[in-house]
């Protein structure tokens, strides 16, 4: 019998990240969702990792039967980078959207990244992105996970002093921009948000 993963009512990026979780422990599962975005979402990471992927619509639920396929052996498209992968976060919010919804996606990004393989080496916060760092911070929980994951933080100390937040930091290390610099310019990836 297929494990049953009921992510109705959850926000992204949940129902994905618990049909992940599910997926490393078994090979068929049922995920209910009640929405076409956790449809397609979690129908494409399945697939990704291997998943064939039924979907049956009962009323306002949708049923995501996920059975692991065997896959064939490929060779990657592409090879890694050679370096770190640094995380550039320049605002306390992600994209150019209503303020309310930056907020919303910044938090889900860090949450997220609690979740995913592999780590980045690194997350830089510069300018208003400081303000994710400090005492009141609603992702600090996630950037302390981060932290203990062995995810380095670097903190702009120019942005903190110009905030007055300086004495408030509570996760991370105050760095400067040379240092920040040197972290961008030896990087494999740079991710900017």
């Known amino acids: 019998m297929p494990k049953v993963i009921d992510a109705r009512g959850l926000s992204c990026p949940q129902p994905v990240v618990l049909a992940r979780k599910a997926m490393a422990e078994a090979d068929e599962l049922t995920v209910i969702v009640d929405n076409s975005t956790a449809r397609d979402n979690v129908s494409r990471m399945a697939q990704k990792e291997g998943f064939k992927v039924e979907v049956e619509e009962r009323g306002e639920d949708i049923y995501l039967h996920l059975r692991r396929e065997e896959k064939a052996e490929t060779l990657p498209l592409r090879s890694a980078p050679s370096g770190p992968t640094v ?12 303020e309310e919804l930056q907020e919303i996606l910044i938090r889900g990004f860090l949450h997220t990244l609690n979740e995913v393989e592999p780590l980045p080496d690194t997350l830089i ?39 007055g937040l300086t004495d408030k930091v509570a996760v991370g290390s105050v760095s400067n921009m040379y240092s ?9 990836k740079i991710i900017s948000l």
């Not at 995380?87 to 959207?97: D, K, L, M, N």
Request: with cysteine.
């Open 87 to 98: 995380v550039f976060i320049p605002a306390y919010g992600v994209g150019r959207g209503p």
């Open 125 to 163: 916060f510069i300018n208003t992105g400081v303000k994710l760092t400090v005492e009141g911070s609603p992702v600090l929980e996630d950037l302390k996970a981060l932290e203990e994951k062995g995810v380095e933080i670097l903190i702009c100390g120019t942005c903190l002093n110009y905030f």
């Open 180 to 188: 920040i610099a040197e972290k961008l310019l030896g990087a494999g």
